[in-house]
């Protein structure tokens, strides 16, 4: 049995927010167990005009393959009513997105690693920092919390009150 890897995933959703997060984490809690959650922020929408989105960052380890983990993203969404065929930048109620796997570089099974956005979206890369501050990006070998204080865009996120399972995983600043 391969030794587990260590996985983090991007969670967003601007349809029935709280709901869709909850649903997300209740599911990757009962398929992976114990989890490492950043806070949740709210964002605009990038892409498109839409409502906010809330988003998040989830820390697994995990003895899927890529592509076994991506396939088990892909029916989660589509139980939570997200529609495969919608574009690209549109509302959604739920999207998974695998940020990085161990230190995976390049396509596997379909899926870019470590994915783009990290650095180009503040909605990823800010909770990516609050939970893996020390970790290094696999490509450019700084860690996600250098790369936050070094990001410049007018890309905006807040943090939001937000409980999970009888606890509160998230606070809004005040």
């Not at 690693?113 to 979206?121: K, M, S």
């Amino acid at each position: 049995m391969p030794a587990p890897v260590p996985v983090y995933i991007g969670i967003g959703t601007n349809i029935e927010r709280e709901r869709y997060v909850r649903a997300a984490l209740d599911a990757l809690k009962d398929g992976f167990g114990e989890l490492d959650i950043s806070p949740v922020y709210e964002s605009e929408a990038v892409g498109f005009d839409g409502s906010p989105f809330l988003n998040l960052v989830v820390g697994i380890r995990t003895t899927l393959s890529v592509g076994e983990l991506s396939r088990f993203f892909k029916r989660l969404e589509a139980e939570n009513g997200r529609q495969p065929e919608a574009p690209r930048f549109s509302a959604r109620t739920l999207d998974l997105d695998i940020l990085t796997y161990g230190e995976a570089v390049g396509w596997m099974d379909g899926v870019e690693l470590p994915r783009g956005e990290i650095v180009r979206n503040a909605y990823v890369l800010r909770p990516l920092a609050d939970i893996a501050p020390a970790v290094k990006h696999p490509v450019c070998r700084k860690s996600y919390l250098e790369l936050w204080q070094a990001y410049s865009s007018n890309q905006k996120t807040w943090p939001v009150d937000f409980s999970w399972q009888g606890r509160l995983i998230s606070k809004a600043v005040s």
